[in-house]
């Protein structure tokens, strides 16, 4: 999708980064933006001798993002290179990573290209038993994700270097900074901010069951999964992983139902506080698709409205909130 948070890069800028990376020697034979992202940019570059790699800039430091964007990249990156040393869960390797701003005014890195085809292209001409199996996968992967443990809760890269007494505190203080973008961004809510926080109070402690940070990618969407000859591949993007509640994965959200999934995960998550705190994650996923259309600046209307729509309903689930608007 188009967003204001991509760079463009000339031919010139992308092969002076292959040179830093790969050598003055090594030219470039092709290159092609890939589209499917909504955040950095991405190329598919071709090297002499036929070997890929796929390059991808993060947003220059003066566009505007949301809070919890910054340095999103330097986690990418980090936590690729943590999932790859555990050995137990498929993703590309890391070529290099530069943050220096000194070749181009962005953070951008180098990496595998992937083979095979993200699940969320291919997964309607497949048979239910594939996506069945597929998603079998998935969870089995995700519960692999989830098991390696952390020391703090918060985003992987943090930023104002405080640790957390808990989940409660460390998940609260991620809606206040979505709520701060919200303001400050104009954005235009189903219901006011004020009236969101005051609703929310009363579920809140059910957070306080979370008491070991877990390794969360949170962005394991279908569009992240790549699968070649009906398995799993590889699992990419990891800017938006984070020490916290296993509960906050996609996989979890309203948005999917898979059964297989489950099985694969090897555990249902319906207890009653469960239950509250899927909720929760629920809400806080849906109010950041409604945010990020301010910043990024989305033309397209249908997603904008969808959105919108969508927070709306999840609103609903919470007594009272819907009721007082902007």
Known sequence: MESFTKVKLTDFQLSALVAGTFGTETAITGSTELTGGFFNTAYDIELRGGRHAILKVAPAAETETLSYEKDIMRAEVEALRLVQASGTVPVPDVYSFDESCRMIPCPYFFMEKVEGQPYSEVKDSLSE??????????????????????????????????????????????????????????????????????????????????????????????????????IVVSIIDWERAMWGDVLLEYYFRHFENSQAFFEGYGARMDSPNEKLRLKLYDLYLDLILVVECYSRLYKDENHVRWAFDNLTETLKSFDGIIETTV
Not at 143 to 154: H, P
Not at 161 to 169: D, I, L, P
């Open 129 to 230: 038993e594939q996506r069945a199996s597929i998603e079998y996968e998935v969870g089995r992967y995700q519960r692999l994700i989830n098991e390696i443990k952390g020391d703090r809760f918060g985003l992987f890269v943090q930023h104002d270097g405080k640790t957390s007494t808990g989940w409660r505190e460390t998940f609260t203080a991620m809606m206040d900074s979505v709520f701060a973008d919200a303001r400050r961004l104009q954005v235009v809510l189903p219901a006011s901010v004020d009236s969101i926080k005051r609703s929310l109070e009363k579920y809140l402690p059910a957070l306080d069951e979370v008491t070991e940070p877990r390794l969360v990618h949170w962005d394991l969407w279908n569009g992240n999964i790549f699968v070649k000859d009906g």
